[in-house]
């Protein structure tokens, strides 16, 4: 029979809903979640359905990563849709949001980004949606792109490693700005200003500084150089009134300016990073280029202050800044004659991390006493409001996609290449044991990723597929 309904039941003794832990059989007709019913409660309307008991594992909302790097058209070789997105299903994401900066052409006219949806169809195992890049000069795009469909911008206040990718400042800031509060999209924004940074580098290089040492890489990202620019932002948030969202925050010393822009009730929203939550410069190797990322990760009183500021809500949400990069722009070996490696200023920057994102978050949250209800939170609900598609998507509720991830709280795993699926088997975490695991991943009602032992099985057809938000009619 043509357009039958497919109907059948997930159960779980930890459904992590919007109400809290419950007991109870999620129904799901087609792709969308019809009915929460406790177990407690026998009903024959669903007893005859096909179920899937998952026992005690929990049930979350599909992840939500609102800041993925997925270089795909352009740079395929460093990542790309199919990669990136096992990678991501494999890590309990049901969504991710692509930056605009990595791939080519850059996504900053509405030209731009019809090329990279002629490069995806057919490759996404999961859902996705694209930014748009506001870059120096292309004011008159950011109104087309939002009526194009994308969720929101994103722009860099430095050099983004990617020359085609300006970095803007103040004065074409605030020539793009009354266009983006006329779309009412957010702008995410790189956060850090270049002359702490040049000041700072000038000093290091004038003192023979060992920039194979992570200690160098930290002083040449000065947290005033974050601290500049949000102050910036903020002037230009109460002034345009845009939504204005910090990605990657790793200076906990911008807290208490954040903390009262939102008392003031400015339109900001504020990301961190797992990698911020979990790693600290003091224990980062001597040539640990693999930890290099801008914001760099800072010490660890600075790591105590953010997961304060995120339980607290002064951060509103965890994204992963999955960036990955070949091997050899790690410069982890010397690929070349006379080549220095493990050199902090010569490696790409940027942390790949789909794959291990939540149970590394898991593995510090544990033991602040965070629940699977604040993860949800911070990882589905927030950026779902974030992107602009939490109608659809971001917790377990009726009407709501089947977007789902079976998570074993209680698992311990070791990090090796064989849960690592995204292009370049490369991570921080190799050889950790970490605490969490994804034990299978759900996308509009249908299986996307099964982890059984040490098996990773995948969906053969990729159903993923992207998000219009056109705001503008
Ligand atoms: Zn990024």
């Known amino acids: 029979m043509a357009n039958a309904t497919r109907l059948h039941a997930i159960r779980s003794r930890r459904v992590i809903t919007p109400q809290g832990e419950l007991d109870a059989t999620i129904v799901i007709e087609d792709e969308i979640i019809t009915a929460v019913h406790p177990n407690a409660h026998t009903d024959s309307r669903f007893s005859h359905l096909p179920t899937e008991d998952l026992g005690n594992l929990a049930l979350l909302p599909g992840l939500i990563d609102a800041h993925t790097h997925i270089n795909e058209p352009g740079r395929t070789e460093w990542e790309g849709f199919v990669t990136a997105t096992r990678a991501a299903a494999a890590g309990g994401f049901t969504t991710v949001v692509d930056m605009p900066l990595n791939c080519l052409p850059e996504t900053t006219s509405v030209s731009s980004l019809e090329i990279k949806r002629e490069a995806a169809p057919g490759k996404a195992l999961i859902d996705y949606a694209l930014w748009g890049g506001c870059v120096d000069g292309n004011q008159q795009h950011l109104e087309p792109l939002a009526r194009a469909g994308v969720p929101g911008y994103k722009s860099f206040l430095v050099y983004p490693g990617c020359d085609g990718f300006t970095s803007i400042d103040r004065a074409n800031l605030e020539r793009a700005l009354p266009h983006i509060a006329a779309t009412g999209l957010p702008l995410l924004v790189h956060a850090e200003l270049d002359p702490p940074i040049e000041a700072a580098v000038r000093h290091l290089n004038a003192t023979g500084a060992d920039w194979r040492r992570h200690d160098t890489w930290l002083a040449s990202r000065p947290d005033q150089a974050e601290l500049d620019a949000i102050a910036m932002l903020i002037d230009l948030c109460r002034q345009y009134r845009f939504r204005l969202h910090i990605v990657h925050l790793s200076t906990a010393q911008a807290l208490p300016m954040i903390a009262a822009a939102k008392r003031e009730g400015l339109p900001l929203t504020v990301e961190t990073c ?31 202050l953010l997961w304060q500021a995120l339980i607290a809500g002064t951060i509103d949400l965890v994204a992963t800044d999955h960036s990955p990069c070949p091997p050899e722009l790690k410069r982890l070996t010397a690929t070349q004659l006379g080549e220095e490696p493990g050199r902090f200023d010569e490696a790409w920057g940027g942390i790949a991390s789909l794959s291990t994102a939540l149970p590394v978050f898991w593995t510090e949250a544990i033991s602040r006493g965070c629940t699977l209800s604040q993860l949800a939170q911070w990882f589905s609900a927030a950026p779902a409001t974030l992107v602009g598609i939490s109608a659809k998507v971001g917790s377990i509720e009726v009407g709501k996609y089947a977007n789902l991830v079976a998570f074993d709280p209680d698992a311990t795993f070791t990090v090796t290449p064989n849960v690592l699926h995204y292009r370049h088997k490369l991570s921080p975490y190799m050889g950790e044991q970490l605490l969490g695991s994804v034990r299978g991943t759900w996308l509009r009602g249908e299986p996307v990723f099964t982890r059984t032992e040490d098996i990773d099985v995948f969906a053969v057809t990729p159903r993923g597929r992207e998000y219009l938000l056109s705001c503008l009619s």
């Open 274 to 304: 797992p990698h911020y939550l979990h790693l600290a410069a003091e224990t980062i190797p001597d040539n640990g280029v693999l930890y290099k990322c801008a914001p760099p990760i800072r010490s660890e009183s600075n790591r105590e």
